[in-house]
Nanobody, 124 residues
Framework: QVQLVESGGGSVQVGDSLRLSCVSS????????MGWFRQAPGKEREFVAA????????AYADPVKGRFTISRDNAKNTLYLQMSSLKPDDTAVYYC?????????????????WGQGTQVTVSS
């Protein structure tokens, strides 16, 4: 089993920055691909960003390209999502996810483990 715990969410203003963290524990390793997904009220969960095991490959959803950066520190078992130029449309619960192999798929169906989520609210 893998446990994922997100932190770093909060309420910010348009244009602000925020960094989310996700600490993994249990049967986890640097070879697991990991990703961030989000779910806004009344909407389905959507892909935000993913990184391969080892960190060589990354993928981003079009709405966040150029504004969000995903990274990982395998020595600390921590995944990050640096968010900048935040918009009201970024308001959502953000979830960290991990999968049992290394490729960073963008579909949530490929991910085996999920955190409890952290709320990000962007107001104008």
């Amino acid at each position: 089993q893998v446990q994922l715990v997100e932190s770093g969410g909060g309420s910010v203003q348009v244009g602000d920055s925020l960094r989310l963290s996700c600490v993994s524990s249990g049967r986890t390793s640097g070879s697991n691909a990991m990703g961030w997904f989000r779910q806004a009220p009344g909407k389905e969960r959507e892909f935000v960003a993913a990184v391969s095991g080892g960190g060589a490959l990354t993928a981003y959803a079009d709405p966040v390209k150029g504004r969000f950066t995903i990274s990982r520190d395998n020595a600390k078992n921590t995944l990050y999502l640096q968010m900048s130029s935040l918009k009201p449309d970024d308001t959502a619960v953000y979830y960290c996810a991990a999968r049992s192999s290394t490729y960073p798929y963008t579909s949530d169906s490929y991910y085996d483990y999920w955190g409890q989520g952290t709320q990000v609210t962007v107001s104008s």
